[in-house]
Every structure is written in C-alpha cells, then in structure tokens.
C-alpha cells in the first residue's frame, strides 16, 4: 500500500537554523531518501522551497484567481513530501519517525487513494 | 424432561459460551477474515446456527473451534454474496476459501489473538475517545447504547465514532499484530491508558450524580486481569495493582446519600481485605521489575494507605518518598499536586501550601478544582480562614460532580460554624 508522508516544518525553525545544521539536515534527508530508496519502499521524494515563493490559485467562475503564499495561514508549512509503499501503517510510520524532519516538525501519514479507489 | 427442556438447555448453554467465548471468538475471526465488521456479523451468525445445528447434532466437542470455523465460512458467503456488485470481494473470498481449506486446524484460537484485538483498538493512531469505544465495544463485549450511557454521550454520535475508527483501521490498513519488542512501550502505555480511563470513569464519574458505575470498573479490571495473563510485564501488574486497590474502598469512599467521604475520615473495617491482598502483592511484585513505571509506583502508594491501621498510623516518609519517584517518571502538574500533599502530611501544611501556591502559580492547575481544594484545605489547618475560604469558593466554581460540591459546600459551611467558639472577637467586629 502506498502512503505520502507529508513534512510540516514552522518556517521559523528554517530561519533561526544556523546555517551548519541546515547543511547536516539536508545531508541527512538526503541519505533517508537513499535508505528508503534502498530498502525498496521510495516511490517519490521532494523536498519544497519556502513559502515565500507559493502561489495559491483557484478557479472561480472560469476565473483564475491567484493568491500570494499558501493556502492556510498556519505557523507548520509543508515543506517537503515522499509517497512510499509499507506493508501497512504500523510499517508506514516507522519509516516516517526516521525522517529527520520528524525531529523539527511533524509528518501527516495519509494512505493514498487506492486505483480501484 | 421433554423436548423443550433440551432446547431450553441449548439455549442456556449456548447463552453462557456467547457470554465466555465470544470475544476469543471474535480476536480469532478478526485474524482470519481480516475486517472487524466482517468478523461481528459471522460470529453473530456462527451463534445463530449453532442453535440450530446442535440441536439435532449435539454440542461439538470442542464448541469455540466449531464456532470460529462456522464463523469463517459465513465470512465466505457473505463476501460472495456481496460480490456480484464488486469483482475484488470475489477474489478475497476465493483467497479465504482456499486458505479455510488448506488449513482447517487453524480455527483453533492462536494465544495472542486477544492481544492483537486489544492493541488494535488502542491503537494510538485512532483517537483516545474511539479507542475506549472500541475496546468497550470489541474486546469487553458491551453494546454501544451501555456504552454511550456510561460516558454520558448521545448513542448515535458514539455508533459514529466506532465506524470511523473502523473505517480507519481499514482504510490505513492498521495491521492486527501485536507489536513488537522495540515499538512495545509506548503502545502499551496507550492501551494502559485506555484501561485506567475506563476504571476511573467507573470509579469518579466526570459529571453528574452516579459517583460509582461499577460495571465499568469492573470491566476495566477483567481487562486488566486478562492483559496480565496475556502481557505479564511490571507496569500491567502494577495497574492492575492500583485499580484493585483502588476497588478495595469503594464501599467505604462514599455515605448512604451517595455523599464523598475522604480517605482519612473512611472506615476502614469496609475495606476489601481481599482485594487489598491481592492489589499490595500485585503492587509488590510491580515494583520489583526492572525500571518501575508510573502505575507501578501509584499502585505501591495505593498499597502503603491500604495496609495502614488508621489514618494517624499512614507511613508518610515512605509515600512521599514514592511520590519524589512517580514526580521524576512523570513531570505532570497533577502528580506534583499529589507530591505536595504528601509532603505537607510529612512535613507539616506550611511546607505543602509554598509547593502547592508554586503549581498554581505556573498555572497550569489554575482550571482543576482539587488543586483548589487541597489549598484550602491547608490553609484551614494552618488557621488562615479567609485564605481557605477563597479557596473553597474556587474549588466549589470549578468542581462538576454532585457529591464533589456537597463535599466542598460542607466544608464551607464548617468553616463558618467554626468561626462562632470566639465570640468575643465576632463581637467586638460587629459592634
């Protein structure tokens, strides 16, 4: 079953960082995308920039409506997201503690949409 | 005895295995089909047709086996029954079907398939208030209407609340297993939680008038006494220590209106003796476990006021002592609340006031009417009447529960009684 570990992370965790441990969390991202990767378990890794570069858009009336920024105006951003198959969630949210990330904010574990789904 | 005796027999008999085994029943069937729903309604119908069967074929020897067997292929029916709307239904009871018959002994109930149901209800994935329905639900075996009257919720919304849990289970596949070694603590620490959620809700009802519903606590330590059989590992004993010790008062803990009577002012001929022996040796043997944990140690404290003769004779030095432990494994305000009145009976109130004003002062227990209460109740046996009026008023503000606010209002009532042996004093305020 695939699941997306979604990475919620204050941008004022990003900001205050020194600039050293920003370098040892992208190093160690880095090598847990490796270790899912090699495990068998990664299907999808990204990591995001910050939101000052979102855009949020809707379609109102045929109308495109865009927004500065994301969507909700809440201190966690998504900052990154990685879709992995588990045996099940018990498999899922073991991988997802591994992430660094998991250290500085929070992983939202959502099963995805089955294809028959 | 004719016909109808038999059956009546039948019926009886078949009664007490639903009331024994359907549970162990149903932890098997859930294994084995692999959906809570699926399991319920094939039991339910593995029951129904025993009636029939046994009637003219007589009981199986071995009627839990015959039970998740017929339980198993009702599964089958049913999901094939239901397939001719949805190809994948076929394929899973194709799947069931060929595993039923390649493996027949299998229907014998596995040990831990009981373990399995409790860990999957607690499931800290599912939230606490689902995890007590469901545990309630499935592995004690109460109807959701018991259950929404015991926690004072409306029925449908607690029917809600279990089919989203189980919707849950299903759709982010949480596994039935039980957990293992490395993710063990922390998810015994929810399904104790849950276990000693449904014992003081028996025990200190949150609101309204029914101070003891025993049947909750009651189920609670069945759940207990079944966990320690299964899991015997310190911290289960020790809860089960703490709760049987806490059940060897309830006769005493409350008057003929139901009013609350304090642990000091207890008769203690009331206590359980029974229940004390069995909950000091549980406590003892807790605590003798490598790395005691936080019920391990409650239960010691439980121990220590249950073997004191007398309220004056209760071993202060060595509860404190084991709250200055509890306090290090779990930081909370309430359990420092409790580290203060025991110091206070230690150490005399004035030491127990300047600890319990620091809690209240980090605010924390601003909200929680028995901190106010054990302020003022201090303050009363250091004289400071106003002071412990205040802080009765507070209490009684805050405080839910019938008996609680009888309680506090006749504490009030005596501080004012109190007050009439000086008269000179009231007088000369008065004139």
């Known amino acids: ?117 | 005895m004719g016909e109808d005796g038999g059956a009546e027999s039948l019926r009886l008999f078949i009664e007490r295995l639903y009331r024994e085994e359907s549970r162990r029943v149903l932890a098997t069937l859930i294994r084995l089909v692999g959906d809570i729903d699926l399991a319920e309604d094939s039991m339910h119908d593995a029951f129904a047709s025993a009636l029939a069967k046994w009637r003219l074929e007589g009981a199986p020897t071995n009627p839990r086996a015959w039970l998740v067997s017929a339980g198993r292929f009702k599964a089958i029916d049913s999901l094939r029954r239901r397939s001719r709307f949805n190809a994948s239904l076929r394929e899973l009871a194709d799947r069931l079907e060929g595993q039923a018959r390649a493996r027949q002994g299998e229907t014998e109930a596995l040990f831990d398939d009981r373990l399995r149901l409790i860990f999957l209800c607690c499931h800290p994935a599912l939230s606490l208030e689902a995890q007590v329905a469901l545990t309630l639900r499935e592995t004690c075996g109460l109807r959701t209407e018991e259950i929404a009257r015991a926690f004072l919720v409306d029925g449908s919304t607690l029917a809600q609340r279990i089919v989203r849990a189980k919707a849950k289970i299903r759709d982010a596949r949480i596994p039935y297993e039980v957990p293992t070694r490395r993710e063990m603590s922390g998810r015994l620490d929810a399904v104790l939680r849950v276990i000693y959620l449904v014992y003081n809700e028996g025990y200190f009802a949150s609101a309204g008038d029914a101070l003891s519903r025993e049947e909750l606590s009651a189920e609670a330590i069945r759940l207990g006494r079944l966990l320690s059989e299964l899991l015997p590992e310190g911290e289960v004993f020790g809860l089960l220590g703490l709760m049987l010790l806490n059940e060897s008062r309830r006769c005493a803990r409350s008057d003929a209106d139901g009013d609350l009577i304090l642990l000091d002012e207890q008769d203690r001929s009331l206590w359980s003796r029974e229940l004390i022996a069995e909950g000091s040796s549980l406590a003892k043997r807790a605590l003798a476990s490598q790395d005691p944990g936080p019920y391990s140690i409650q239960a010691a404290i439980a121990a220590v006021h249950a073997e004191a003769q007398s309220a004056a004779a209760t071993d202060w030095r060595r509860i404190a002592a084991y709250y200055d432990r509890l306090a290090d494994k779990d930081p909370s305000p309430v359990v420092a609340l409790n580290r203060a009145v025991a110091f206070a009976m230690r150490d005399g109130p004035s030491v127990g006031l300047e600890l319990i004003d620091g809690i209240l002062e980090r605010g924390d227990l601003e909200g929680y009417h028995l901190a106010h209460a054990a302020r003022a109740d201090l303050c009363r046996r250091l004289g400071m009447n106003a002071e412990a009026r205040r802080s009765y008023e507070r209490a009684l503000e805050l405080a839910q529960q019938g008996p609680e606010r009888r309680f506090l209002e006749r504490r009030l009532l005596d501080l004012t009684v109190e007050r009439h042996p000086a008269p000179a004093l009231k007088g000369l305020k008065e004139e």
């Open chain 1, 1 to 117: 079953m695939k699941y997306a570990f979604l990475f919620y992370v204050e941008d004022r965790v990003w900001e205050e960082m020194p600039k050293m441990d920003e370098e040892a969390i992208k190093a160690e991202s880095a090598g847990y995308d490796a270790s899912l990767m090699d495990e068998g378990h990664l299907i999808l890794a990204q990591a995001l920039q910050s939101i000052q570069s979102s855009t949020t858009l809707r379609v109102r009336s045929e109308k495109v409506l865009l927004t500065d920024g994301p969507f909700a105006e809440t201190k966690e951003q998504l900052c990154g997201f990685v879709v992995a198959e588990a045996r099940d969630l018990n498999e899922a949210l073991g991988l997802a503690s591994k992430s660094p990330l998991a250290r500085l904010g929070s992983v939202e574990v959502r099963p995805c949409m089955g294809m028959a789904g």
